[in-house]
Each structure stands twice: as C-alpha cells, then as structure tokens.
C-alpha cells in the first residue's frame, strides 16, 4: 500500500468514547425494561440484557467482527448475506503493534485513521444492544439458560447477516442490488434503523408468537411495577444514543454534530408526539408516554440521524412518536403478547425512520426534490431485513422450542420468574411482606415452624 | 376495654395520630393496608392499556382503650380524618377480653 496511514488521535479518542456510551444503553435498556415489569419479575428482565452483554461479548470477539465485516463467506460476489468467520477469527490481523509497518492496523480498518481494535469495540457495543433489546417481547416467563443460547444463535445468524448486509458490503450496501436500482441513490441506514430496530422489533415478535402470551395476559392488571426506572433507564439510553448516531459518523466532524442535534430533536419532538396523542386519547399525559416516546424517537432518528436536517428531524421525531403511541395498542387487537412493545416502538419506529428517509433526506429525498428512487430503495431494503429476521428467527426459536423449552413451568411463572430462576427477589422494603420473594421475617418463621413440623 | 380500629386514607394519618396525641391517646399500631369501599378502585392507564385497580391502598390504626373513651376516641379519629370525598374510610370497635403488658405482665385496664 503506498498512502500513508495516519493515525487520527482526536477521532480515535470519540471513537473510543462512542463505544462506552453505547455499552451503557444495554444496562440502560434494563432499568427501562425492568422497572415495566412487575416486581416479581424485574430481575429476570435485568439479567436477560446483561446476559446479552455477557454471550455477545465473548462471540463477538472469536467471529461475531470476521461474520459482519469479513469478505463474503462464499466467495467474491455471492450471495452477500454473512461474512466468512474465519477471516477474521480472534481478530486476527486486527490487532495492535503486530505489523511495524502498520502498528495500528489501519490497513484493516473500517474507518480511515482509527485502529482496527477501536472499531471492533464500538462495533460490539452495538450486536449487544441489539440481542438485548428483543427480550422486552418476551419478559416474565423464558427460561434464563434458553435466552442465553438464543442469544448466541441469533447474533451470530441475524445479526452478523444484516450487520454485514447494510455495513460490510453485502446485500443491501451501496455495492449491493438496491445500490445500484437508481443513479447515485445507496440505501441510508446511517447508524442501524434495519440492522438493529427493523431487526429487533421483527425478532421480538416472531418470539412472542412462538413463545406465546404471560399466564393471565389481557385478564390480570400487569401494570409496570416501578416508573421511575423506566424513567431513569429512557434518560440512560437517550445519553448512550450520542455514541450510537454520533459515533456512526465515524469521525469527530461535523457529520457527528450534526447526528448530535439531529438526536436531540427528534427524540424531543417523538416525546410530544406520543403525549398529545396520549393527552387526546387517554386524557392524561403520562410518565410511562414521555419515556415511550422518547425511545420512539432515539429509534427513528437512527437510521437518518446523518441524512436529515434538524427541522426535518424534528417532523421525522412528531410522526414516530405519534405513531408509535398508536401502535403499542395493537397487540390487544391482535391478540399478541409482546410485553413491553418492542414491536410498537422498534419495529415501527425502526420502519419510520428507514422509510421517511426517502422523503426528508437533504440530498436524495422526495421533499427536496430527490424524486422517488430513495423511498424506493429504503422501502426494498426495510422489506428485505423484515423478511430476512423473520424467517431465520423462526427457525432459531421453533428449534429452541423442540429441544431446550422457552417457557418455564406455570407454577414458576405464576410464584415469579425471579425467584424461581434465579433464586433471589429484587425488593426487600417491608421486612413482614412475603410478596412473591418470601423473604420477610414471616416468611421465615413459617419455614422454620414447616422444618419442626 | 375496647379495640379501635380505623382505616382511613394514608395522607391523614399525621393529621390523626396529632389528634389521637392530643386527646390523650399513648399509642397505636399502624399498618399498610389496602381495600375498597362503596367507591370501588380506580382506573390507570398505562401505554394505552386500560386496568382497573380494585384493591386501594388504605392505613389501618388500632388503639386499645379504656370502654368509656371508646365513643370520644372514634369522635376524635372521624374528626381528624375526614375529607368528605368518597373513600375516606370507616371507624369501629369491639370489646376486648384480656390485655397483657409483655414487660411487666400488668393485665387488664392496668396494661393500657
């Protein structure tokens, strides 16, 4: 090679700051998920984000990287869906200080002046978060060690797949088949509105069909059990999202400053969005609306956070916010158990941002002039993720049914799942309260009068 | 003797316990309680989702006192903790055969 590779301190050192703050939206993710479940189940629905970090991290590393942006698996051209996962096993030939004539391995690397290992990092964050995010579909009733393994499975097959569809030259790139349908038209997923919420919201509600409906679901009150966390849990994800869009820049430019403001408005405008609809439906603005809408928001703005201008986002924010709001109802008409709305809010948030950008992008979208061939495109590529998560979901979870078992036994979902999986209960406020934990002083003295007996 | 016993909405128990203290009373047992009334629950909403919550959360008192000051005491209680708005809860009482002092073993009026 005879360019000279450089290395970019300040974009390096955002980079590197980007990767940190999208790892804290998955224990961000689990306080707003844990605190809408209820209180015999929030443990449970804490640890199937963390155990997220834990099965993707570590696979992340051996082939999750060399899966989404290695060359394609079968050769030059083919089929474009994965990357071959040998190529770069262990992160071989991504690391640092191997090569003196490269120290950083920015030969190898994605983005021009940042290490190679940098990109791995930020890059990981954004496979966990993704696994994490389809357990809220789910919650109150899987078994711990099949999520684990479902963990596993689906990143490597779904996720690794799109991540290297949309980012690593595959399928639905701009060296792709959509890429190439219209002059100077790529399809815009700028930092995962079809890898991460198309493909989550999709994955949740294949499981909750496979998985079927909580014990009592649409009979018992299964109100959210603390609103402060939920609260505490959409502040955490909205500060992580800063890595998440403006780190996809790549770069501490002007790109990411953009998707900085771009963030902020759209997530500010969704949580309007969703309280006037809620203020006109309900007849009260709520708590659990303003956090909803806000992650309406974050996930809308994801894939168009770089494409939009800040009044466009600010229209693109209203629109999702509102008809998320609209959505969450849906699962009542339908008859599914999608517990706490992945599919309301990520899967049509998700589907909002990918398609609006064929209308409010500043240089190919509709409304500025761009014609039709950008909403064409970004409609082909959302189809083609939905399709895509949607089939090789189905064969995952149908053979996690069969062999290991998704639900745990009614008795245990009925005591509480975190009792009953993972031997602890999240609360110990009243020291008489037996609650579903039985772990107060009555409690005990009913055991010890059982053991006499 | 006599057992009060009063579950009132959880807002006026600093107003009644102020009350109970200043007719006299020594004290009390309180606890967390929760049921409903001739109002029934309320309704919440959550993400568009309708529940209906039946059981409300109430505090319960219970006072020992002599027979004679039952009458007063239930004055000062209903006195204290009434709002006038629906679920502001009921006031009773019913004789009591024996009371103990655990730490002296005094019975009966004595153990008041």
Redesign the interface.
């Known amino acids: 090679m005879d360019e000279v590779l450089e290395l970019a301190p300040g974009d390096t050192a955002w980079l590197l700051v980007s990767a940190s703050l999208v790892l804290l939206m998955t224990p961000g993710l689990a306080f707003f998920y844990g605190g809408m479940t209820r209180s015999k189940s929030v443990l449970n629905m804490m640890m199937m984000s963390f155990g997220a970090i834990g099965v993707v991290g570590v696979v992340y590393v051996l082939w999750g990287y060399s899966m989404s942006f290695g060359t394609d698996a079968f050769g030059e051209g083919t089929a474009g869906i994965w990357g071959d996962p040998f190529e770069f096993w262990a992160l071989n030939g991504l690391l640092p200080g191997t090569d003196e004539a490269d120290p950083y391995a920015l030969s190898n690397s994605l983005l021009t002046g940042i290490p190679a290992i940098v990109v791995v990092g930020f890059q990981m964050t954004f496979a966990i978060i993704t696994v994490a995010l389809i357990s809220g579909s789910i919650a109150d009733r899987v078994k711990f060690s099949t999520w684990l393994v479902f963990t596993g499975a689906w990143v490597s097959l779904v996720y690794f797949g799109l991540a290297h569809m949309v980012w690593g030259g595959g399928l639905l790139s701009g060296d792709g088949p959509f890429g190439s349908m219209f002059t100077d038209i790529a399809p815009i997923d700028f930092a995962g509105g079809t890898v991460v919420h198309i493909n989550a919201g999709v994955a949740g509600l294949v499981l909750a069909l496979i998985i079927g409906k909580r014990r009592g679901f649409g009979k018992e009150p299964m109100r959210p059990h603390n609103l402060t966390l939920v609260m505490l849990g959409a502040g955490l994800l909205w500060f992580g999202w800063f890595g998440f869009n403006a780190g996809s820049a790549g770069a501490a430019d002007g790109l990411a400053g953009l998707a900085w403001v771009n963030t902020t408005v759209a997530t500010a405008a969704a949580m309007i969005g969703w309280l006037i609809v809620e203020r006109l439906r309900d007849g009260h603005a709520t708590s659990l609306g303003a956090a909803s809408g806000v992650v309406a928001g974050l996930v809308a703005i994801t894939p168009a956070a770089g494409a939009l201008s800040p009044v466009g986002s600010i229209f693109l924010g209203l629109i999702a916010g509102a008809l998320c709001a609209l959505a969450v109802s849906l699962k009542f008409k339908l008859g599914y158990d999608d517990s706490l709305d992945v599919v309301g809010v990520h899967l049509v948030g998700g589907l909002v941002g990918t398609v609006l950008i064929g209308l409010f992008a500043t240089e190919t979208g509709l409304f500025y002039g761009g014609g039709i061939g950008q909403l064409v495109v970004q409609i082909l590529v959302a189809l083609v993720a939905i399709v895509f998560s949607g089939v090789l979901t189905l064969i995952i979870g149908l053979i996690l049914k069969v062999t290991m078992g998704w639900r745990v036994t009614a008795d245990d979902e009925v005591e509480g799942i975190d009792i009953t999986q993972h031997g602890e209960s999240a609360y110990d406020l009243d020291p008489t309260a037996s609650g579903s934990g039985a772990s107060g002083v009555l409690a005990n003295a009913t055991k010890k009068q059982g053991a006499q007996a | 003797m006599k057992l009060v016993t009063a579950v009132i909405k959880p807002f006026k128990l600093d107003e009644v316990r102020a009350a109970l203290l200043a007719f006299g009373v020594q004290g009390m047992t309180v606890s967390?309680s929760s049921g409903y009334g001739r109002q029934r629950g309320h309704t919440?909403?959550?993400?568009?989702?309708?529940?209906?919550?039946e059981l409300l959360p109430k505090i319960r008192i219970e006072i020992l006192v002599d027979a004679e000051d039952a009458d007063d005491v239930i004055d000062v209680i209903v006195r204290a903790a009434r709002t006038g708005k629906i679920g502001d809860g009921k006031v009773w009482a019913v004789p009591v055969e024996n009371v103990v002092r655990v730490r002296t073993g005094e019975r009966g009026p004595e153990a008041l």
């Open positions: 967390e919440e909403v959550y993400r568009g989702a309708e529940y209906t919550v």
